[in-house]
């Protein structure tokens, strides 16, 4: 159940094609909201946005509020393949597994996408709707995302045994700002749809995208998830 709950409480996303105009650079927030089982003891749990914030091909994410904001923080995940979970408080970087090409998740069969025939406008951007049907450990998942092709990103994946968050549209060639799925495993039900609140085009510094000099570099603990 830790497993489901986490997939559908962190998202990270990654989109496998080459932008063919200059990548967007800048910030898109995100609002998670959540309908199902157990509701009131996630509660306190819950963030109320993630901020994504992308300078060429580093992206750093911040989540706002909630116990999961304490244990998480800060994640950066770099071109290079490093990522890390940045502890502002403590002053510490822990090193977390990036996905790559010889990682099984990278061996998945590609989802089956359908093409939903309607199209939404989300802050200014026209994006189309697609369901998608993945195979998540055996289990069949169905996403629906609504996505544009007018922001272009190339974007990492992040798969650790404590951090299962993970979306890998190939074949999908467009950016989503909505993404709508049903959890149901052990007995846990829930629907989640993760939406666009604002998109911000701004400049970035490449230091904002880099662990600081003062920082300790250590381990990922993995128990930092045991709840």
Known sequence: ?????????????????????????GKIVYKMELEGDFMSMLTSYLPESYTFMFKDKDVKIEINGGLLEMM?????????GEAYILNKENKTASII??????DDI???????????????????????????ILNEGGNE?????????????????????????YFKYNGLNAFPLKIQMTVKQEGFDMKMIFIAQSIKKEKYK??????????????FENNILNF
Not at 1 to 25: C, D, G, Q, Y
Request: hydrophobic share 40%; net charge negative; with cysteine.
């Open 106 to 132: 990278e061996k998945r069969d590609a989802p089956k996408i359908t093409d939903m025939n309607e199209d939404e406008v989300i802050l200014g951007y026209k994006c189309h709707k697609y369901k998608l």
């Open 72 to 80: 998480m923080g800060t994640i950066l995940l770099k071109e290079s």
């Open 97 to 102: 597994r990036t996905v790559g090409e010889s």
């Open 141 to 165: 998942v169905t996403q629906f995302v609504w996505a544009t092709t007018d922001i272009h990103l190339e974007l990492k994946g992040l798969e650790s045994a404590g951090i299962p968050g």
């Open 206 to 219: 490449a230091t904002e995208f880099e662990v600081p000099s003062d920082y300790t570099v250590k381990e």
């Open 1 to 25: 159940m830790k497993r489901a709950l986490f997939f559908s409480l962190i998202v990270l996303s990654t989109f496998a094609f080459t932008p063919v105009n200059k990548p967007f650079e």
